[in-house]
Structure formats: structure tokens, C-alpha cells
């Protein structure tokens, strides 16, 4: 049957309104403004630690929603906001892995128009179960009720100024001095923050300027004795599964990184749990401090990419897919069976970091 030419002027004007309505609905949601069919592509340098966390497809898409893509590319969180070879690349956001990194950047002259902590994991030591059962038993790891290994993180820094061998720390499996490998302070940020972490430890609280004479040359000492400090935690992290108790029995890293090797294969990981070989395992120095992740806003339409970051979705996805959590430092969702008893719900020793101009002090000192 056909339409008179009212009925057709009537489901025009209808099919009018409803369209109206549903662009002003979505207008103002910014979790659907990719419906609008606008995109933004927003270039900035990120932490090697995220790189898992921006390529993941869920990411991808609920960035989406809110009309935005990432062109992100890795960067040490030290070099991202001093080095100008990257800054001349007109970056509109940066995302370090410290919020010390917003003072430096402002130092450096950077234009930051907004930054915002979105996710935050603590620095955390991972080892293999044969070095951390000696540990044990020379009463530097210590196993709460919940089953997390937290370690006497100034203990073993006074063993490894001591030069004392494994076997004296009950690790009779390896050979010669204890030692902790860390990344490179210079250029990224779980090196940096272990250097501010091990300073603040040997001054007895939070370091200050006054402190870097008096201990400085301690915190120079732990470093000297890593030998080759890798440019990027990711790197270290892989050098660390590839090389194994013999090859790197304890490095510096971040909580997130055992996390998401696990449930990037949950197959592989319950293997290794069931095998007879060393196996890895995280200690909670105590204290330690937490790597808290700022988006720094050079450009204004990067404000939007904060207001994506901390929303429920990707809050959610952070957590329960790469083991980030909240800027609170709590879990932001059900954490999957593979991990959920893995993590401690909370960490309770944390330590603030020396302020900005004392690690601007220390770094020098450090240099490879």
C-alpha cells in the first residue's frame, strides 16, 4: 500500500526528531562519541610497561568508543621528558611510569597542560623459588598468611655491599656474590625509582639533599655491582625469563609484568607451576614504592584520552587484563582466577620517592 504524502511527511519529521534525540544523547557521552563517527589519533610516548596494555584488541575498542586511537611509542620514562631528540617529535601526550616525571618535565620547559595518575603498580623484585626458599631460611623473605613473599629489601642491600656470596645467604645453587639487577635509572623508570627506593632505605627515611653525600655513594655501589643495566624494563623482564635462575636470580620490576606474561598463556604458566623446574616468584620488598603512571597532557585534545583512561571499562580492563591497578593503588575488578590469588589486594609500606631535585642529584652518580 502506498503512503499518502502526509503519512511520509509525518515518519520524516518522526525519523527527524529520533535522530536529533539520539545525537544529542550521544553527544553527551563521551564513551560513544565513536559512534559519531569522528576519530582523533593522538601521537604520544608511553612506558614500555603499557605496550601490552594499549596493542590489547579490548583496549583498542573501548578507546574506540570515546572516538579515539593511539599512535603510541615506547619510550624510557626518564628520556620521554628530557631527551629532545623525542620532544622535537611533538608529542601531544607523554605517559611516564612516575609521577616524580611531572617535575622533571616542567623543569625541562615542557607545556603540560593537564596530568592526571590513571593506573599505578608497585616496584616489586622477582626471583626463582630455589633463591627465595635460601632467603627464607637466612630470614630476609618472610610468607604472610595469604601466601605473598615480602623481602627485607635493606637486608640484602648491606649482603650485597658486604659481598657476600649466595651460599652465606642459604642459595647454595649459585655461584659467587649475591647481586640485583635493576634497569638503567638514567633512562627508565623502575631503574629510577629502585635508585630513589634504595637511597631513601640507607638514609633511614624519605632521602633528601642532605642525605646524597652521607649515602649516595652506597646507592653508586649497588648499581656498580649490576654490571650491563638494560634500557627498559620490558627488556630486563625478558632477560630475566630467557636467562633463568642462572642467569638473572634477581631483577627489579614492576608488580603488572608477571601478571600479564601469565595470562598472555595461562596454559604455559600452569605447566611451569606443576613442573619440578625453578619457577618465578615475586617479592614485595618492604617497603617499597609505588609506580604511579601520569598522563601528561602537552596538547588539549589529549585531556580526552585522561577522561577514557579513568573510566569504569578501562579501569576494569587494566586490571583484570594486565594487572595495573586504580590511581589509588586498589583493584579496579574481579581479577581473573589464573592471577586472583596471586596479587595482594593491598600494598601496605610504601614509601614516597626523594623529591625531584635530589633524583636530578643522584642520577649523574649512576651513569653507566
Do not use: C
Not at 616496584?123 to 630470614?139: H, N, R, T
Not at 634497569?183 to 639533599?209: C, I
Amino acid at each position: 500500500m502506498a503512503l499518502s504524502r502526509r503519512a511520509f511527511g509525518v515518519g520524516l519529521l518522526g525519523a527527524g526528531i529520533v535522530g536529533t534525540g539520539g545525537y544529542f544523547a550521544v553527544k553527551d557521552r563521551p564513551e560513544l562519541q565513536g559512534l559519531l563517527g569522528t576519530r582523533t589519533t593522538l601521537f604520544g610516548f608511553v612506558g614500555g610497561e603499557k605496550e601490552a596494555f594499549l596493542s590489547d584488541p579490548d583496549v583498542i575498542r573501548a578507546l574506540g568508543g570515546y572516538g579515539l586511537t593511539v599512535d603510541s611509542r615506547v619510550a624510557g620514562s626518564v628520556e620521554m621528558v628530557r631527551e629532545q631528540a623525542l620532544l622535537s617529535q611533538h608529542p601531544q601526550f607523554l605517559w611516564p611510569s612516575s609521577s616524580i616525571m611531572v617535575d622533571i618535565a616542567r623543569q625541562n620547559g615542557i607545556g603540560i597542560r593537564n596530568d592526571r595518575v590513571v593506573l599505578n603498580t608497585p616496584i616489586v623484585v622477582y626471583s626463582w623459588q630455589p633463591v627465595v626458599d635460601g632467603l627464607i631460611k637466612a630470614g630476609l623473605v618472610t610468607v604472610t598468611n595469604e601466601g605473598h613473599h615480602q623481602l627485607d629489601l635493606k637486608a640484602l642491600l648491606d649482603a650485597i655491599l658486604a659481598g657476600v656470596d649466595w651460599s652465606k645467604l642459604g642459595v647454595n645453587s649459585l655461584y659467587g656474590r649475591a647481586r640485583i639487577v635493576s634497569t638503567d635509572p638514567n633512562r627508565s623508570n623502575s631503574g629510577f625509582m629502585f635508585a630513589g627506593l634504595v637511597l631513601s632505605l640507607f638514609s633511614g627515611n624519605v632521602a633528601t639533599s642532605g642525605d646524597l653525600a652521607a649515602f649516595g655513594g652506597k646507592v653508586q655501589a649497588i648499581f656498580r655491582n649490576m654490571g650491563f643495566k638494560s634500557p627498559s624494563s620490558g627488556k630486563l623482564f625478558d632477560q630475566y625469563l630467557a636467562g633463568g635462575l642462572g642467569g638473572e636470580p634477581m631483577i627489579v620490576g614492576y608488580e603488572n609484568q608477571l601478571v600479564e606474561w601469565i595470562l598472555a598463556d595461562p596454559a604455559r604458566w600452569e605447566r611451569i607451576k606443576a613442573s619440578a623446574g625453578a619457577k618465578p616468584v615475586v617479592l614485595y620488598p618492604r617497603p617499597t614504592v609505588y609506580s604511579a603512571h601520569p598522563l601528561i597532557v602537552v596538547d588539549e585534545n589529549a585531556n580526552r584520552l585522561i577522561e577514557a583512561l579513568v573510566s569504569p571499562k578501562l579501569q576494569e580492563l587494566a586490571w583484570t587484563g594486565h594487572g595495573f591497578r586504580g590511581p589509588l593503588g586498589t583493584a579496579t575488578g574481579n581479577a581473573d582466577s589464573a592471577i586472583g590469588s596471586l596479587l595482594p589486594a593491598e600494598i601496605d609500606a610504601i614509601l614516597p620517592m626523594p623529591d625531584a631535585g635530589v633524583m636530578l642529584s643522584l642520577l649523574p652518580t649512576l651513569a653507566s
